[in-house]
């Protein structure tokens, strides 16, 4: 089974909300990562946990909080967003990040985010 | 630094007819990964294959297939006999241990293959 899966599909929000996109996986992956995908673009990775620790912070604002309450749950909360920041949200998961690249990511459907 | 490039950036094709996608890739590491994913109009990305460094036997999956050349940093994907189901965007992709000591994926900026009846 290489199964992600990610809730909600779809959100739309205003500025001064607050929400969270929550990312699943049950394949006993110790690598988790999110990114972000704007129209007619590669996704662009945001940050890597690994073993339930922060790993990588790619320069991502702070209206971006990553938080990894166990190893098979992976969450991004939002707020103070803006319009720009409205994309596909996506989650993956390895088995672990520092095999030297070897890791397949699998990837959950995304979050499609609306921000007004 | 990696880089991935897909020169390609749409195909349209009519249904039954071959296919190639194409990918270069720069890397100064010796040891690395290649991989393909496709992304149809739903937004996952689907895994399709994944190639180290230093394998270059050709791979068959299917009407799917994928040539390896090390030679000139190539790695395409060939779909032979296309369906309209295969209608997606393909990215190639990049991953090797970078000064981080963790492994992250370059992406190529994807190629949008339309299939049509």
């Known amino acids: 089974d290489t199964e992600v899966t990610q809730t909600p599909k779809h959100l739309v929000m205003g500025m001064t909300n607050k929400k969270s996109l929550k990312c699943e996986q049950h394949?006993?992956?110790?690598?988790m990562y999110w990114y972000k995908q704007k129209a007619k673009k590669p996704p662009e990775l945001m940050f890597v946990?690994?073993?339930?620790?922060?790993?990588i912070n790619e320069s991502v604002p702070s209206r971006f909080s990553p938080e990894c309450p166990n190893s098979s749950l992976l969450n991004l909360h939002l707020h103070a967003l803006q319009p720009e920041d409205s994309a596909l949200y996506l989650c993956?998961?390895?088995?672990?990040?520092?095999?030297?690249?070897?890791?397949?990511?699998?990837f959950g459907p995304g979050t499609r985010l609306l921000v007004l | 630094a990696q880089k991935v490039t897909q020169a390609q950036t749409e195909i349209s094709v009519v249904e039954k007819e071959d296919v190639t996608l194409d990918c270069v890739y720069e890397t100064r590491d010796t040891t690395y990964y290649l991989f393909w994913y496709k992304q149809p109009p739903s937004g996952e990305l689907v895994f399709l294959i994944r190639?180290?460094?230093?394998?270059?036997q050709n791979e068959i999956s299917g009407r799917y297939s994928w040539n390896f050349q090390k030679s000139t940093s190539s790695f395409n994907f060939t779909i032979t006999a296309s369906q309209v189901v295969d209608s997606a965007v393909y990215f190639c992709a990049l991953s090797a241990k970078g000064n981080s000591g963790y492994s992250t994926l370059t992406f190529g900026k994807g190629t949008m293959l339309l299939v049509s009846p």
């Open positions: 946990y690994s073993y339930e620790k922060l790993s």
């Open positions: 190639r180290n460094s230093f394998d270059e």
């Open positions: 993956a998961s390895s088995q672990e990040s520092h095999a030297g690249g070897q890791e397949t990511q699998y």
């Open positions: 394949m006993g992956h110790r690598a």
